[in-house]
């Protein structure tokens, strides 16, 4: 099981979009033509999303100004297929409806700015000696999929992966599919960090929370 090292919740996120966007760089699209016509559709649209990632990372990044605008690309394609909201309400638990909707809005809006600021800062320094391997796709009762894969690489040798995807809302201008939970190794992306914000708020209450993710932010950015 991975263990998490790191003074605050990036360490289990960051593995799994590295993982999600460089790592299938190794592997081929799927053939068809149409989503519908596939097997797998789930898979072949994350893939499909993968080179979208890895073209905007691989361009060169003179300044400053050339970063924030790659950025903004590259946050047009990922928060499509994340499902921000539910995961930031589910990370906090029962802290959630004890905040103010103001608090509310700004919590869920570092809460995406320091996941994909965290990954991207990975992706860039990432080295592509990693392969993965997606072994099932199966449909939800409820709509969507969950797509099992296994990575494995020299540094962290073979993890397995389980994407929980529902169905996107084209009203909600969601993707095909939306991610609302990844399990590594049987660790949830949400549950990770529902356990290390509450750890945080139990010590430096709701204000120290986003004092630290603000400061962390910082960081990555």
């Not at 660790?187 to 120290?208: A, H, M, Q, R, W």
């Amino acid at each position: 099981m991975l263990k998490f090292t790191q003074r605050f919740p990036l360490a289990i996120p960051t593995l799994v979009l590295t993982l999600l966007f460089v790592f299938t760089s190794q592997l081929c699209l799927s053939s068809n033509a149409h989503a519908e016509a596939s097997n797998t559709p789930a898979t072949d649209f994350l893939k499909t999303q993968v080179i979208k990632v890895l073209a905007l990372t691989a361009l060169p990044v003179p300044d400053a100004k050339t970063k924030k605008d790659i950025d903004a690309k590259l946050f047009a394609v990922v928060k499509p297929m994340m499902d921000f909201p539910a995961m930031s309400k589910a990370s906090l638990g029962k802290y959630w409806d004890q905040q103010s909707a103001d608090k509310q809005t700004k919590f869920m809006q570092l809460f995406e700015e320091l996941v994909f600021h965290s990954y991207m800062k990975k992706i860039r320094k990432a080295k592509q000696d990693a392969s993965i391997e997606y072994e099932d796709e199966s449909p939800r009762k409820q709509g969507g999929a969950e797509v099992e894969a296994i990575t494995t690489s020299k540094n962290m040798g073979e993890v397995e992966l389980r994407f929980i995807l529902r169905a996107g809302e084209s009203g909600k201008k969601e993707a095909l599919f939306v991610a609302e939970d990844v399990v590594i190794d049987e660790v949830s992306l949400v549950n990770n960090y529902k356990e290390e914000f509450i750890k945080i708020i139990t010590k430096s209450g709701f204000d120290g929370l986003l004092k630290k993710m603000e400061d962390q932010i910082k960081k990555v950015k």
